[in-house]
T-cell receptor, first 112, second 112 residues
Protein backbone atom coordinates (compact mmCIF):
# COMPACT_ATOMS: atom_id res chain seq x y z
CA UNK A 1 0.00 0.00 0.00
CA UNK A 2 0.95 3.63 0.22
CA UNK A 3 1.72 5.92 3.11
CA UNK A 4 1.99 9.66 2.57
CA UNK A 5 2.95 12.19 5.22
CA UNK A 6 2.84 15.96 5.03
CA UNK A 7 2.51 18.64 7.71
CA UNK A 8 -1.03 19.51 8.68
CA UNK A 9 -0.63 23.26 8.71
CA UNK A 10 1.92 25.96 7.92
CA UNK A 11 1.92 29.74 8.15
CA UNK A 12 3.98 32.25 6.19
CA UNK A 13 4.10 35.92 5.37
CA UNK A 14 3.21 37.59 2.09
CA UNK A 15 6.30 37.89 -0.12
CA UNK A 16 8.17 35.10 1.68
CA UNK A 17 9.19 31.61 0.52
CA UNK A 18 7.68 28.46 1.96
CA UNK A 19 8.60 24.79 1.50
CA UNK A 20 6.00 22.09 2.01
CA UNK A 21 7.47 18.62 2.50
CA UNK A 22 5.98 15.27 1.61
CA UNK A 23 7.34 11.83 2.40
CA UNK A 24 5.88 8.71 0.90
CA UNK A 25 6.16 4.93 0.80
CA UNK A 26 4.91 3.10 -2.23
CA UNK A 27 5.84 0.14 -4.40
CA UNK A 28 6.71 0.65 -8.05
CA UNK A 29 6.71 4.44 -7.89
CA UNK A 30 5.37 6.08 -11.03
CA UNK A 31 4.96 9.74 -10.30
CA UNK A 32 4.30 12.31 -7.61
CA UNK A 33 1.80 15.12 -8.03
CA UNK A 34 1.08 18.34 -6.18
CA UNK A 35 -2.38 19.87 -6.21
CA UNK A 36 -3.70 23.11 -4.75
CA UNK A 37 -7.15 23.17 -3.22
CA UNK A 38 -8.95 26.27 -2.02
CA UNK A 39 -11.66 25.76 0.57
CA UNK A 40 -14.83 24.36 -0.98
CA UNK A 41 -13.26 23.99 -4.42
CA UNK A 42 -11.82 21.13 -6.46
CA UNK A 43 -8.09 20.36 -6.48
CA UNK A 44 -6.13 22.02 -9.29
CA UNK A 45 -2.95 20.51 -10.73
CA UNK A 46 0.32 22.25 -9.86
CA UNK A 47 3.19 19.93 -10.72
CA UNK A 48 4.32 16.42 -11.59
CA UNK A 49 7.67 14.72 -10.86
CA UNK A 50 8.63 11.26 -12.01
CA UNK A 51 12.43 11.68 -12.15
CA UNK A 52 14.72 13.01 -9.44
CA UNK A 53 15.33 16.71 -9.42
CA UNK A 54 13.63 20.05 -9.48
CA UNK A 55 10.77 21.09 -11.74
CA UNK A 56 10.14 24.82 -11.89
CA UNK A 57 6.92 26.50 -12.96
CA UNK A 58 6.87 30.20 -12.30
CA UNK A 59 6.57 30.87 -8.58
CA UNK A 60 6.11 27.15 -7.83
CA UNK A 61 8.81 24.47 -7.91
CA UNK A 62 8.65 20.83 -6.94
CA UNK A 63 11.54 18.54 -6.03
CA UNK A 64 11.71 14.76 -5.92
CA UNK A 65 14.15 12.26 -4.47
CA UNK A 66 12.96 8.74 -5.23
CA UNK A 67 15.65 7.06 -3.14
CA UNK A 68 14.52 9.00 -0.07
CA UNK A 69 10.81 8.85 -0.81
CA UNK A 70 10.72 12.61 -0.45
CA UNK A 71 9.32 15.59 -2.28
CA UNK A 72 8.79 19.23 -1.55
CA UNK A 73 6.77 22.03 -3.05
CA UNK A 74 8.44 25.43 -2.95
CA UNK A 75 6.32 28.55 -3.22
CA UNK A 76 8.12 31.84 -3.80
CA UNK A 77 6.92 35.44 -3.51
CA UNK A 78 3.90 34.32 -1.55
CA UNK A 79 0.61 36.06 -2.23
CA UNK A 80 -2.53 36.11 -0.11
CA UNK A 81 -4.30 34.01 -2.76
CA UNK A 82 -1.81 31.19 -2.09
CA UNK A 83 -3.66 30.48 1.16
CA UNK A 84 -5.03 27.01 0.41
CA UNK A 85 -4.46 23.32 1.07
CA UNK A 86 -1.62 21.68 -0.83
CA UNK A 87 -2.08 17.99 -1.56
CA UNK A 88 0.74 15.57 -2.28
CA UNK A 89 -0.33 12.47 -4.26
CA UNK A 90 1.57 9.43 -5.54
CA UNK A 91 0.96 6.85 -8.21
CA UNK A 92 2.54 3.42 -8.06
CA UNK A 93 2.43 -0.18 -9.17
CA UNK A 94 0.10 -1.12 -6.34
CA UNK A 95 -2.33 1.47 -7.64
CA UNK A 96 -2.19 -0.05 -11.10
CA UNK A 97 -0.41 3.11 -12.21
CA UNK A 98 -3.77 4.75 -12.47
CA UNK A 99 -5.34 6.12 -9.35
CA UNK A 100 -3.70 8.74 -7.20
CA UNK A 101 -3.27 8.23 -3.48
CA UNK A 102 -3.43 11.56 -1.70
CA UNK A 103 -2.00 12.77 1.57
CA UNK A 104 -4.25 14.63 3.97
CA UNK A 105 -3.00 17.96 2.67
CA UNK A 106 -1.08 20.88 4.17
CA UNK A 107 -3.17 23.93 4.98
CA UNK A 108 -1.10 27.05 4.22
CA UNK A 109 -2.10 30.37 5.70
CA UNK A 110 -0.45 33.45 4.21
CA UNK A 111 -0.68 36.56 6.34
CA UNK A 112 0.03 40.20 5.39
CA UNK B 1 -16.29 25.71 -20.84
CA UNK B 2 -14.04 22.76 -21.61
CA UNK B 3 -13.37 21.60 -18.05
CA UNK B 4 -14.83 18.68 -16.12
CA UNK B 5 -18.40 19.36 -15.06
CA UNK B 6 -20.47 17.70 -12.36
CA UNK B 7 -24.15 17.82 -11.58
CA UNK B 8 -25.66 18.57 -9.15
CA UNK B 9 -23.23 20.72 -7.20
CA UNK B 10 -25.09 20.15 -3.96
CA UNK B 11 -27.46 17.41 -2.88
CA UNK B 12 -29.30 17.07 0.42
CA UNK B 13 -31.10 13.79 0.92
CA UNK B 14 -32.67 11.83 3.71
CA UNK B 15 -31.11 8.65 4.99
CA UNK B 16 -32.29 5.65 3.02
CA UNK B 17 -32.88 7.52 -0.24
CA UNK B 18 -31.01 6.84 -3.47
CA UNK B 19 -28.97 9.54 -5.18
CA UNK B 20 -27.27 9.77 -8.56
CA UNK B 21 -24.49 12.11 -9.61
CA UNK B 22 -23.31 12.89 -13.11
CA UNK B 23 -19.84 13.73 -14.41
CA UNK B 24 -18.96 15.04 -17.86
CA UNK B 25 -15.21 14.74 -18.45
CA UNK B 26 -13.08 16.82 -20.78
CA UNK B 27 -14.14 15.56 -24.20
CA UNK B 28 -10.87 14.04 -25.44
CA UNK B 29 -10.06 12.33 -22.12
CA UNK B 30 -10.61 8.58 -22.15
CA UNK B 31 -9.89 8.06 -18.44
CA UNK B 32 -12.38 9.01 -15.75
CA UNK B 33 -12.03 8.72 -11.98
CA UNK B 34 -14.32 9.13 -8.99
CA UNK B 35 -12.99 10.21 -5.61
CA UNK B 36 -14.60 11.02 -2.30
CA UNK B 37 -13.31 13.70 0.04
CA UNK B 38 -14.31 14.44 3.62
CA UNK B 39 -13.36 17.51 5.62
CA UNK B 40 -9.69 17.76 6.44
CA UNK B 41 -8.75 14.76 4.32
CA UNK B 42 -7.33 14.30 0.86
CA UNK B 43 -9.46 12.74 -1.89
CA UNK B 44 -9.89 8.96 -1.64
CA UNK B 45 -10.10 6.88 -4.79
CA UNK B 46 -13.40 5.15 -5.50
CA UNK B 47 -13.31 3.86 -9.08
CA UNK B 48 -11.70 4.30 -12.50
CA UNK B 49 -12.89 3.93 -16.10
CA UNK B 50 -10.93 3.67 -19.28
CA UNK B 51 -13.44 4.47 -21.98
CA UNK B 52 -16.55 2.50 -20.97
CA UNK B 53 -14.69 -0.20 -19.03
CA UNK B 54 -14.60 0.02 -15.24
CA UNK B 55 -11.07 -1.22 -14.58
CA UNK B 56 -10.65 -0.65 -10.88
CA UNK B 57 -12.91 -0.29 -7.89
CA UNK B 58 -11.87 0.56 -4.34
CA UNK B 59 -12.83 -1.54 -1.36
CA UNK B 60 -14.34 1.72 -0.07
CA UNK B 61 -17.06 1.24 -2.68
CA UNK B 62 -19.60 -0.94 -0.93
CA UNK B 63 -22.35 -2.75 -2.81
CA UNK B 64 -24.56 0.30 -2.28
CA UNK B 65 -22.37 2.23 -4.71
CA UNK B 66 -22.39 1.72 -8.46
CA UNK B 67 -20.80 3.65 -11.27
CA UNK B 68 -21.29 3.51 -15.01
CA UNK B 69 -19.84 5.08 -18.11
CA UNK B 70 -22.07 3.57 -20.80
CA UNK B 71 -20.71 5.24 -23.91
CA UNK B 72 -17.27 6.13 -22.70
CA UNK B 73 -18.23 9.76 -22.27
CA UNK B 74 -20.19 10.92 -19.21
CA UNK B 75 -20.34 8.84 -16.05
CA UNK B 76 -22.86 8.40 -13.25
CA UNK B 77 -22.29 7.44 -9.63
CA UNK B 78 -25.29 6.07 -7.76
CA UNK B 79 -25.56 5.55 -4.03
CA UNK B 80 -28.44 3.42 -2.83
CA UNK B 81 -29.94 3.53 0.66
CA UNK B 82 -27.77 6.48 1.67
CA UNK B 83 -26.29 6.60 5.16
CA UNK B 84 -25.06 9.60 7.13
CA UNK B 85 -21.50 8.37 6.65
CA UNK B 86 -21.91 8.91 2.91
CA UNK B 87 -21.92 12.68 3.46
CA UNK B 88 -18.88 13.97 1.59
CA UNK B 89 -17.71 15.79 -1.50
CA UNK B 90 -17.75 13.47 -4.53
CA UNK B 91 -15.13 14.49 -7.04
CA UNK B 92 -14.80 13.39 -10.64
CA UNK B 93 -11.55 13.72 -12.57
CA UNK B 94 -10.45 12.91 -16.10
CA UNK B 95 -7.14 12.50 -17.89
CA UNK B 96 -6.04 11.86 -21.48
CA UNK B 97 -3.63 9.05 -20.67
CA UNK B 98 -1.68 8.36 -17.48
CA UNK B 99 -1.09 12.04 -17.00
CA UNK B 100 -2.28 14.61 -14.54
CA UNK B 101 -5.92 14.36 -13.60
CA UNK B 102 -8.22 17.33 -13.97
CA UNK B 103 -10.89 17.60 -11.33
CA UNK B 104 -14.43 18.81 -11.60
CA UNK B 105 -16.05 21.12 -9.03
CA UNK B 106 -17.52 18.21 -7.09
CA UNK B 107 -20.93 17.29 -5.76
CA UNK B 108 -21.40 17.94 -2.07
CA UNK B 109 -23.71 15.33 -0.57
CA UNK B 110 -25.40 15.84 2.79
CA UNK B 111 -27.37 12.94 4.21
CA UNK B 112 -29.74 13.95 7.00
Amino acid sequence: GQNIDQPTEMTATEGAIVQINCTYQTSGFNGLFWYQQHAGEAPTFLSYNVLDGLEEKGRFSSFLSRSKGYSYLLLKELQMKDSASYLCAVRGRSTGFQKLVFGTGTRLLVSP
Amino acid sequence: DTGVSQDPRHKITKRGQNVTFRCDPISEHNRLYWYRQTLGQGPEFLTYFQNEAQLEKSRLLSDRFSAERPKGSFSTLEIQRTEQGDSAMYLCASSPEADEQYFGPGTRLTVT
